[in-house]
């Protein structure tokens, strides 16, 4: 059985939906009087619940044409009422709000914890990218130094060299005089 909430917050009970006699079709007339029957009675309930606030008591069963008039407890057979897919009542959440509301409240909590977090980690990359740049300066003068010494060193070796040469040149033409004054002698 549904309940139903009032406009005043109180909660009230509807009447059972009656049972259709299956054997006897009717005719349209009597489907039209059973239609201005159930209205009617609608109509009595409502204007009930606005003046009291509250349901009635006593279940009201509308009157069919061939159906029984029932004033107790409702028959537990068949009904005409398709079945809920999930009991709720009116203050229940969904179903499908449940997994949205769990992936909007993990992405908030996501940006909120991994913003400082990327912050952190980016300053961290920042200061080692600049701790880097500061040593790199400091090697500066000492690479300029290393080089002065390596342009003099440089020099020197091409004036040993220049000095090897006129050695050699040297020698070359003392051993060439010294072949030029032997030969004439044995001659």
């Known amino acids: ?19 259709m006699d299956k054997a006897a079709p009717r005719a349209s007339s009597d489907a039209k009087q059973a239609a201005q029957e159930i209205r009617q009675a609608v109509k ?10 509250q349901a009635p008591q006593a279940p009201v069963t509308p009157k069919i044409a061939g159906a029984p008039v029932q004033n107790g407890p409702a028959n537990t057979t068949a009904s005409t009422a398709p079945p809920a897919e999930f009991p709720r009542s009116n203050n229940d959440i969904p179903p499908e709000v449940i997994p ?8 908030i909590t996501l940006m909120v914890l991994g913003f400082p977090i ?9 200061r080692g990218t600049q701790q880097i740049a500061a040593k790199t300066t400091d ?14 060193m440089a020099i020197e070796i091409e004036r040993i060299s220049e000095g ?8 070359a033409e003392r051993s060439d005089a010294k072949v030029a004054i032997e030969a004439p002698k044995q001659g």
């Open 100 to 107: 949205m509301l769990g992936i909007v409240m993990g992405t």
């Open 1 to 19: 059985m549904r309940v139903q909430q009032t406009t005043q917050g109180g909660a009230g009970q509807l009447p059972p939906i009656p049972q």
């Open 139 to 152: 090697v500066t003068p000492q690479l300029r130094q290393l080089q002065d010494s390596i342009d003099a």
């Open 164 to 171: 090897q040469r006129f050695t050699s040149k040297l020698l």
């Open 118 to 126: 990327v912050r952190v980690l980016t300053r961290r990359f920042d």
């Open 44 to 53: 009595e309930i409502r204007s009930e619940i606005q003046a009291n606030g």
